[in-house]
């Protein structure tokens, strides 16, 4: 079986070059995706105020002779005879590395965009990427893009993208930039949904961002599902898990934090994912006055729903 490979490759861009150097990534990545065998592109700019330092772009194949045909391929002859003018001596140096994936460093904070873009729709979306990822470079605090296509052959897969920022500050500021906005108004006509997770630390949210603002629902919103999917939980610990852990003699802070554990295990991965999908209509209501006052009437009705058959179902 063959073993994922990777083109690691390193080049100094001229100073005052930085804008023209994203635009050829973008054109770059849009050359690559359509090639067989690519699974995904990384970059990694120099750390601000340091210039003489080299971006870094990431390439991982599905093998190694994936990766020869690349660097053999016409595609890429003419894409870096485009590049050469732009870095310090032409320099442009290229390393493989076999069995395993390159992964860019870790950052501040991470955005995670999940794309779906209408059939046959693909190229428009690669050269909407291309600009947004010029755009984006320019702002302060900017660590890299990762772009991922969807499987060859899945048209209908979602394209993944990964923001990063130095800070949550300039990661804020670039997504509520009116020239970030602009861009997003362009996408009407060729992604058909798209879902954000901002990643502050190792540990996603348990609610999307908004794509156009930025911006995660109101907190009483979210506190609401929150509740509707904790309360069964809590019910049933109650009822069968803390009698077990009191026969086992464990003190009363240990079983809690068990206890606790649990609860907040099953939030993050069963509930809130779940109630998050069939209520989004609710957090984010699109030109629709009355989805607010709809939500809060069903999820008065789930909680009632959910009082009376753990009240019968689970008699003290």
């Known amino acids: 079986m063959s073993q994922h490979a990777a083109l690691i490759a390193t080049a100094i861009v001229r100073p005052g070059n930085e804008e023209a150097f994203s635009l050829w990534k973008g054109k770059h990545d849009a050359a690559i995706a359509t090639f067989a065998g690519f699974i995904s592109s990384d970059m990694v700019p120099p750390r601000t105020g340091h210039p003489e330092e080299p971006w870094t772009i990431l390439l991982n194949f599905e093998s190694e002779e994936d990766v020869k045909k690349w660097q053999e391929s016409p595609e890429r002859g003419r894409i870096l005879g485009e590049l050469v003018p732009l870095l310090v001596g032409g320099n442009f140096g290229e390393t493989v590395k076999v069995g395993g994936s390159a992964e860019a460093p870790g950052a501040e904070v991470t955005e995670v965009i999940f794309s779906k873009v209408r059939p046959g729709k693909a190229d428009v979306y690669r050269e909407w990427a291309a600009r947004i990822q010029a755009a984006q470079a320019k702002y302060p605090g900017y660590r890299g893009m990762y772009l991922q296509p969807p499987p060859h052959g899945k048209e209908d897969g979602h394209w993944t993208s990964i923001l990063r920022f130095d800070s949550a500050a300039h990661l804020e500021a670039w997504m509520n930039a009116p020239e970030r906005k602009k861009l997003l108004a362009e996408t009407k006509g060729f992604i058909e949904s798209e879902e954000l997770m901002h990643l502050a630390t190792a540990f996603p949210g348990w609610v ?21 999917g904790l309360f069964p939980i809590v019910m049933l610990e109650l009822k069968f898990l803390s009698p077990v852990l009191g026969h086992l003699g464990l003190h009363a802070s240990l079983a809690t934090f068990i206890g606790n554990a649990i609860s907040v295990a099953m939030t993050s991965f069963w509930t809130m994912p779940f109630f998050v999908a069939r ?38």
Do not use: H, Q
């Not at 984010?284 to 008065?300: E, Q, V, W, Y």
């Open 279 to 316: 209520f989004g209509w609710w957090l984010f209501p699109k030109n629709d006055s009355t989805a607010t006052a709809r939500g809060l009437g069903i999820l008065s009705l789930l909680y009632a729903l959910e009082i009376a058959v753990l009240w019968f179902l689970l008699p003290w």
């Open 208 to 228: 999307p961002i908004d794509p156009m603002t930025g911006k995660g629902p109101p907190n009483w919103k979210t506190a609401m599902l929150v509740l509707l």
